[in-house]
């Protein structure tokens, strides 16, 4: 069975920083490109950065740009989001999804995950 399993969230202060793991099993890793998206209270999804079977990555949110990285280790079969900097409102819940060989959108995935909590307070 497909999974794509989001973890690392927690609580962090203003300023600091977050790695977020997403371990999938059930399907051709390297095939597919993963994304990272989050959801605060009361907004809609929103993507942040995807990569592809290659590595090829792209951002979808210029929030994300210099603060948030997004890497991939096939050995593992896990997609990984560095956050650094981290400010209040980026708290949200965060999801990993996949799509085959193109990045996945709010509208678009194969698979979704079921999300991890990242709250940034002081």
């Known amino acids: 069975d497909v999974q794509l399993q989001a973890s690392g969230g927690g609580l962090v202060q203003p300023g600091g920083s977050l790695r977020l793991s997403c371990k999938t099993s059930?399907?051709?890793?390297?095939?597919?490109?993963i994304g990272w998206f989050r959801q605060a209270p009361g907004q809609e999804r929103e993507g942040l950065l995807c990569?592809?079977?290659?590595?090829?990555?792209?951002l979808y949110s210029a929030s994300a740009r210099g603060r948030f990285t997004i890497s991939r280790d096939s050995a593992e079969n896990t997609v990984y989001l560095q956050m650094n900097s981290l400010k209040p409102e980026d708290t949200a819940v965060y999801y990993c999804?996949?799509?085959?060989?193109?990045?996945?959108?709010?509208?678009?995935?194969?698979?979704w995950g079921q999300g991890t909590q990242v709250t940034v307070s002081s």
């Open positions: 059930g399907f051709t890793f390297d095939d597919y490109s």
């Open positions: 990569i592809s079977g290659r590595g090829g990555v792209t």
């Open positions: 999804a996949a799509e085959l060989d193109f990045c996945p959108t709010v509208r678009r995935a194969y698979y």
